[in-house]
């Protein structure tokens, strides 16, 4: 008897050492994903967090509940898959397994429920720019009704899941019992289990085909409004006002005639300049309007060259070309979301043939049923390369960190 027991030990260790050889390029590939998901997350929540030029906006506190959720993915979701690929076959612990699958629900489950917000969200601004939109303080108590909603829809995942035994054939042609964190044995069958399944697949299918009309509904007005030219929307900043808006700011300390100004002296001369360019109506074309302002700028003060800088550049970025950026990047967000998760319901379907697959076939297997994970890394490099105001503040927060160390070297 313990010479059978010691052989099948051996036999399941063997097993677990031919599977983990052929899943190391996906391990390495989550291990990559963990790492690089936790650092891009921890930079968009210490940007987002301290940065006062976000703490205006509803887009600060849904990307701060996003990278949360990520984080958690990334420091406990993602290193315990890497531990399932060491021992595939071999996982025992009951307690680990419950608590690994209900992070899995909660962490799908709050994404779609706050993606969806978001949706809602930039629908009512580009479609209904009229009626009252999400504030701060709404958008944070509907992130935080969302995440116990979905704590509550995650409670029955560890309930039905568990450690389940199975019997496979093994590299070395013999049977050998193995342990999976799947399904518990004895709700396989169960109704319960199945409806609760069947939920799930629902509530992401209703939210994919909800993002995909409300994306199309909102890029339908995005083309009518502006059909995503540059011309048209600045045509349309024209057409609607007699004022061009020009933001005029004066740095402040800067030299004038060998003398200093001081900060309430710039502020009044820069109010008195944005007044007088106020109130000069819009000229014909762009480069008018440039000949106007410096016009006004120069009959102000005589101020020299560097002293007044103008930010708002017509002939470059407007006001209604800007407002869309951050839809597209939402946009990007639930896409690469929908597409994943796609991919594991689908894939859902072959795994009871689990134990019947050679260890090549488990490894490519695993590799398209794990890329949600992609989901952890993605939304940092989404935002760095779609918002140029997160990138700016990027650099200046790693040259700050940068510094630092040196400075404590």
Excluded at 251 to 278: H, M, V, W
């Amino acid at each position: 008897m313990t010479m059978n027991s010691t052989e099948e030990d051996e036999r399941l260790i063997e097993l677990n050492s031919a599977y983990a050889r052929a899943l190391l390029p996906v391990t390495i590939l989550l291990g990559f994903i963990s790492v690089m998901g936790l650092i891009g997350n921890l930079i968009v929540v210490a940007i987002f967090s301290k940065s006062r030029e976000y703490s205006k906006d509803n887009f600060r506190v849904f990307v701060l509940f996003l990278a949360a959720i990520d984080m958690m993915g990334c420091a406990f979701l993602v290193p315990a898959e890497i531990i399932k690929h060491a021992h595939y076959f071999s996982f025992e612990n009951a307690a680990a397994c419950k608590l690994k699958c209900f992070f899995n629900v909660l962490g799908c489950t709050v994404s779609t429920f706050i993606l969806i917000l978001i949706s809602v969200d930039r629908f009512r601004r580009v479609c209904q720019p009229l009626r009252k939109q999400i504030g701060v303080s709404s958008a944070c108590k509907l992130c935080a009704i969302l995440c116990i909603i979905a704590v509550i829809i995650s409670i029955p995942a560890p309930v039905f899941c568990g450690v389940r035994s199975d019997i496979i054939e093994d590299v070395l042609g013999g049977n050998t019992t193995v342990f999976l964190c799947s399904t518990e044995t004895i709700y396989q069958s169960n109704i319960w289990q199945k409806i609760y399944a069947l939920f799930l697949l629902c509530l992401l299918g209703i939210f994919s085909l909800f993002c995909v009309v409300i994306y199309f509904l909102i890029g339908r007005e995005i083309w009518k409004n502006s059909n995503f030219s540059h011309s048209t929307c600045l045509s349309r900043c024209k057409s609607n006002s007699d004022i061009l808006p020009i933001q005029v700011h004066l740095n402040p300390g800067y030299d004038i005639n060998n003398g200093f100004i001081g900060e309430e002296e710039g502020k009044s001369l820069a109010r008195e300049t944005s007044t007088q360019i106020y109130r000069s109506r819009t000229a014909s074309n762009a480069s008018s309007t440039t000949e106007e302002i410096n016009r006004v700028i120069v009959s102000t003060r005589n101020v020299s060259k560097g002293a007044l800088s103008m930010v708002s550049n017509v002939t470059k970025k407007t006001p209604c070309c800007f407002k869309y950026r951050k839809t597209l990047i939402w946009f990007l967000v639930t896409l690469v979301f929908i597409l994943t998760y796609i991919i594991y319901c689908r894939l859902q379907i072959e795994r009871m043939k689990l134990t019947k697959m050679s260890p090549e076939r488990l490894a490519v297997f695993s590799l398209f049923e794990r890329l949600y994970f992609i989901n952890n890394m993605a939304n940092p490099i989404i935002y760095a390369c779609l918002y140029n105001k997160f990138r700016r503040s990027c650099k200046i927060y790693l040259t700050t960190m940068i510094t630092h160390v040196c400075r404590a070297r």
